[in-house]
């Protein structure tokens, strides 16, 4: 008998009422899951990410008041070239080979709460965190505590131009911005000093720096940049800004080419360094 099988109609009615009954089933799971997800946020309160101590509500998303409070900012004495804190006049580097920059400073220490304020920007991200609305008050919070530490002999208004170290377009699609032309803007407005965003370029992809040893590192970045309209660029006193200074393959990368359109003087300003162990 064709199609009119009773035992095949009921087999396709059944199937049918556990297809509906399966999503009814999965809509109730996921409003479930919702109810119980806001009774542990209510019942056991976010965590500090750095201290795992209570979060309050009133206080930063991720991190506690306590642990913004414990950021170590940088001091002189320091390397008046390099910024290597600890040291009076040059370092023993700077001393026998300087780098092509006039001065690197820096904010603070790449530790604790600023540590991990920079790798939620870097590697969480829009995609982790949703809308991000969490990411914006800890932006907003990370660039009140930088503008009200950034060196003395670091002044943003004498500069004609900020630039970000770049990201390849392709990361920037991945990450959703750039986490140095977030500080790059977010100094520059205090001082209405222009940032250029497209005059220092990565041309070429390359592995996360941060995954390599130092020696790979600079290997990694070789002619990894480019300028585009060095006319812009040239005879001007130029402010790069990054936003963590490890061995400095990268800096030392961007300032070199950056030198091939010929600028007045080029400094760098970085968020936090790593403490040689
Ligand atoms: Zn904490
Ligand atoms: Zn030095």
């Known amino acids: 008998m064709k199609g009119g099988c009773p035992s095949n109609i009921l087999g396709r009615y059944m199937k049918l009422n556990f297809i509906s009954a399966k999503s009814i089933g999965l809509q109730l799971a996921s409003q479930l899951q919702g109810m119980y997800e806001t009774?542990?946020?209510?019942?056991?309160?976010?965590?500090?990410?750095?201290?795992?101590?209570?979060?309050?509500?009133?206080?930063?998303?991720?991190?506690?008041a306590d642990c913004w409070r414990?950021?170590?900012?940088?001091?002189?004495?320091?390397?008046?070239?390099?910024?290597?804190?600890?040291?009076?006049?040059l370092c023993d580097t700077c001393a026998i080979s300087p780098p092509r920059y006039g001065q690197l400073r820096t904010v603070a220490v790449y530790q604790t709460a600023l540590q991990e304020a920079v790798q939620l920007f870097k590697f969480g991200g829009k995609?982790?965190?949703g809308t991000g609305k969490g990411l914006?008050?800890?932006?907003?919070h990370l660039l009140q505590l930088i503008n009200a530490h950034?060196?003395?002999?670091?002044?943003?208004?004498?500069?004609?131009?900020?630039?970000?170290?770049?990201?390849?377009?392709?990361?920037?699609?991945?990450?959703?911005?750039?986490?140095?032309?977030?500080?790059?803007?977010?100094?520059?407005?205090v001082e209405g000093v222009p940032v250029l965003t497209d005059e220092l370029v990565r041309k070429r992809y390359t592995v996360a720096q941060s995954s390599l040893d130092s020696a790979a590192r600079q290997q990694n970045i070789v002619g990894a940049f480019e300028v585009r309209n060095p006319d812009i660029i040239s005879g001007k006193r130029l402010l790069l800004i990054d936003d963590v200074f490890t061995t400095g393959a990268t800096i030392r990368e961007a300032v070199s080419e950056l030198w091939t359109a010929d600028p007045a003087e080029i400094d760098v300003l970085t968020l936090a360094r790593t403490l040689a162990t």
């Not at 914006?136 to 907003?140: D, E, H, I, T």
């Open 39 to 64: 009774a542990i946020t209510f019942l056991y309160p976010a965590e500090c990410r750095v201290c795992e101590g209570f979060l309050a509500v009133t206080s930063m998303p991720y991190i506690c």
């Open 70 to 89: 414990d950021i170590q900012f940088l001091e002189p004495p320091w390397c008046d070239i390099c910024g290597t804190p600890g040291v009076n006049g």
């Open 127 to 129: 995609k982790r965190f």
């Open 136 to 140: 914006k008050g800890l932006a907003r």
């Open 150 to 189: 950034i060196p003395a002999d670091c002044a943003i208004a004498t500069y004609d131009f900020i630039l970000p170290i770049p990201i390849h377009k392709k990361r920037l699609q991945e990450r959703g911005f750039n986490q140095a032309t977030l500080l790059a803007k977010g100094i520059a407005k």
